[in-house]
C-alpha cells in the first residue's frame, strides 16, 4: 500500500530549455544552447523543458497553433538551465517569457518566489477531473496553484503475447509481483534454449536509472532517498542481479526498448510509454502492454507529471492564462497524445482511432496507477542542474553492483555519500516516494 506520506495515486489515465526571443533578445540564443525554431508573431512566449526532439517541437507547435487563436511563440532548450535563466531575467527587471511548459521539477526549484498565482485558472478546472495528488503537488507546498497539470507519462512493460504461455502458474499478468516477474524471465530464457528473451535499457541513453530509481526501490523498500542503503535496498540489489542474469546481455546497448521489441531481439522489456509505443506498430494483435510488478513494499511506479505555469512579471500574463485553459481542453490533451505521446491529466475519452498501442499503454498505465498497492514515485525534484549527478548515482550503482560485481553495501554506503553531498549542497527535502512536506533537508538512509 502507498504510505501515508505518499500523495494520493493517480487513477485515471496515463507524466528543454528556452529563453526570449532572438528577435527580442539578440544573442541569447547563443550563450543559452536554446533553439528558437519556429518563433514569431506577439501572442505569449512559451518555453518547453520537454518535447525538445524537432518532430515533438513541430508536433507541439502546431497543437498550439490550433488550441489558441493569438499565436504564441515557442523555444525549447536544457532543463537544466530553466532556473538560472528565471532567476537572471527576475533580477533584471525584464522577464521575457510569459510560460513555462515543464516537469514537476522545474516548478519546484523556482517556487512561489519567481512563479505567478495560478489558483484562479485551477479553480476554472475544478470540473475538468484533474486528480487531487497532481493539483496538490502544483501547490508546492503551500495552498495555492503555481502551476497547472498539463499531461503526464509513466513506465510500463510491453510483452510479445507468444511470451505470456511462459508465465508462471497462477500469475496475473495485470497484477504481477516482482518473484513472478524473475520466474517469467527463467521459464522464458529456458523455453528459448537458454538464451534470455527480457530485456532492459541499460545503454548510454537508457533509463535504467528510473527503473532502479522510481520502480524497484519504492517496490522493495517503500522509499527511495531514505531507505537508499537499508536491508531492503540490499535485498532489492540482489533480485535485481538474478533478473540481470536473466536479460538479454545486449541490453547494454539499448536505448529505446520499441528498438530491439520491434527486431525480435527482446520479447518483454520495460521502458518509458513513449520509448515503447512503436513496437506494436506493424502487428498490434500480437502484443501486451501490462503494468509493473509489485514488491514487498507495494507497485511502485514513477510518474512523469508536466505542468504550465506563469514566471512572476510575465507581460503577458493574461494571455498565459488563456493558452493553459486552451491547452487543458480534453480534446487538445488528446491531440498531445496522439501526437507526442503524453496522456491527459484531465477527463478525456480516448477516441477509436487512436494507435491501439497508445490505447494498450493508457490501459495499463491505468490500471497500476489504481492498484491498491501503487505507491507513487517523481523523478528527482528540485534539483535544477544537479538532477544528472542524482541519475548518475542510480546508474552508477548499478553498474558496480549489477555488472561488475561489486559488493553491494560498500557500494550503497560509497553512492550513499555521494547522494548526501548532493542533497546537503541543495538544501532540498524529500520528494515522493519519501516523506514529503515537512520542508526538512532530505537525509540519505
Wanted: glycine share 10%; charged share 20%.
Amino acid at each position: 500500500m502507498a504510505t501515508s506520506h505518499t500523495p494520493s495515486i493517480p487513477r485515471r489515465n496515463v507524466l528543454r530549455w528556452g529563453a526570449a526571443l532572438a528577435a527580442t533578445a539578440p544573442g541569447l540564443a547563443a550563450c543559452t544552447g536554446m533553439s528558437t525554431s519556429g518563433v514569431s508573431g506577439d501572442g505569449p512566449r512559451m518555453v518547453t523543458t520537454q518535447f525538445t526532439p524537432v518532430e515533438e517541437a513541430r508536433n507541439l507547435r502546431a497543437i498550439l497553433g490550433e488550441a489558441y487563436e493569438g499565436g504564441v511563440s515557442l523555444v525549447t532548450g536544457d532543463a537544466s538551465q530553466l532556473g538560472t535563466q528565471i532567476r537572471s531575467q527576475a533580477a533584471s527587471g525584464a522577464v521575457k517569457l510569459d510560460l513555462i511548459a515543464g516537469l514537476h521539477g522545474d516548478f519546484a526549484q523556482l517556487g512561489p518566489e519567481f512563479l505567478t498565482d495560478v489558483s484562479d485558472v485551477t479553480r476554472s478546472l475544478d470540473g475538468a477531473g484533474i486528480d487531487p495528488a497532481f493539483r496538490q503537488l502544483a501547490n508546492l507546498g503551500t495552498r495555492r496553484s503555481w502551476y497547472v497539470p498539463w499531461c503526464q507519462a509513466a513506465y510500463v512493460i510491453a510483452a510479445k503475447k507468444s511470451a505470456l504461455e511462459h508465465l508462471p502458474s497462477g500469475a496475473d499478468v495485470q497484477a504481477l509481483t516482482y518473484e513472478q516477474y524473475l520466474d517469467w524471465a527463467v521459464a522464458a530464457r529456458r523455453a528459448n534454449r537458454g538464451k534470455p528473451v527480457f530485456g532492459l535499457p541499460v545503454g548510454p541513453e537508457g533509463l535504467i536509472n528510473r527503473f532502479v530509481q522510481g520502480h524497484l526501490y519504492p517496490s522493495f523498500t517503500g522509499a527511495g532517498v531514505t531507505r537508499f542503503r537499508s536491508d531492503d535496498a540490499v535485498d532489492m540489489w540482489e533480485y535485481l542481479k538474478d533478473l540481470w542474469a536473466n536479460t538479454v546481455p545486449s541490453s547494454t546497448s539499448y536505448d529505446f526498448m520499441q528498438e530491439p521489441l520491434a527486431a525480435g531481439e527482446v520479447s518483454v522489456a520495460w521502458d518509458h510509454v513513449s520509448r515503447l509505443v512503436q513496437a506494436p506498430k506493424d502487428d498490434p494483435e500480437s502484443w501486451a502492454m501490462v503494468p509493473c510488478p509489485a514488491g514487498p513494499r507495494g507497485r511502485g511506479y514513477m510518474v512523469v507529471l508536466l505542468g504550465l505555469g506563469i514566471p512572476k512579471g510575465a507581460s503577458r500574463a493574461s494571455a498565459a492564462r488563456d493558452v493553459i485553459r486552451a491547452m487543458s481542453e480534453p480534446g487538445v490533451q488528446v491531440e498531445l497524445l496522439r501526437r507526442n505521446s503524453f496522456f491527459p491529466v484531465v477527463d478525456a475519452k480516448l477516441p477509436g482511432d487512436l494507435p491501439p498501442a497508445i490505447r494498450m499503454e493508457s490501459a495499463a498505465v491505468g490500471r497500476q496507477a489504481a492498484a491498491p498497492d501503487a505507491i507513487l514515485s517523481l523523478p528527482s525534484v528540485g534539483l535544477g542542474q544537479r538532477d544528472g549527478e542524482m541519475s548518475k548515482i542510480y546508474r552508477d550503482a548499478f553498474t558496480a553492483i549489477v555488472l561488475d560485481g561489486a559488493n553491494i553495501r560498500r557500494t550503497l554506503d560509497t553512492q550513499a555519500r555521494n547522494m548526501q553531498r548532493i542533497l546537503d549542497e541543495t538544501k532540498v527535502p524529500c520528494w515522493a516516494p519519501d516523506p514529503v512536506g515537512d520542508g526538512r533537508r532530505c537525509e540519505v538512509g
